[in-house]
């Protein structure tokens, strides 16, 4: 069984930065895509960036070139560093991996953006 676990949310003020963790227990071979969803109060969750099982990856026009997925194959873990941040970014962060199929998904990071 897959579990994804993040850390790293928090408050911060803009123009700042976070890096979120995903770190991945059990198997993940023969992953499709893995990447980084949020929602905000009163939002849809939105996808905001994406990583494929062939190294090629994603953004949400509203986060490119302030936003960078990675993935340390080592640690079974998927980051996204988060730069300049903007009180628009404030929301629950989920991890997402789909496999064979099949969603999985984190239980969520906060991260609030003050002014």
């Known amino acids: 069984q897959v579990q994804l676990v993040e850390s790293g949310g928090g408050l911060v003020q803009a123009g700042g930065s976070l890096r979120l963790s995903c770190a991945f227990s059990?198997?993940?071979?023969?992953?499709?895509?893995m990447g980084w969803y949020r929602q905000a109060p009163g939002k849809q969750r939105e996808l905001v960036a994406a990583?494929?099982?062939?190294?090629?990856?994603g953004y949400a026009d509203s986060v490119k070139g302030r936003f960078t997925i990675s993935r340390d194959n080592a640690k079974n873990t998927v980051y996204l560093q988060m730069s300049t941040l903007k009180p628009e970014d404030t929301a629950l962060y989920y991890c997402?991996?789909?496999?064979?199929?099949?969603?999985?998904w984190g239980q969520g990071t906060q991260v609030t953006v003050s002014l």
């Open positions: 059990g198997s993940i071979f023969g992953f499709n895509v």
């Open positions: 990583l494929t099982n062939s190294g090629n990856d």
């Open positions: 997402h991996m789909n496999r064979f199929s099949r969603d999985y």
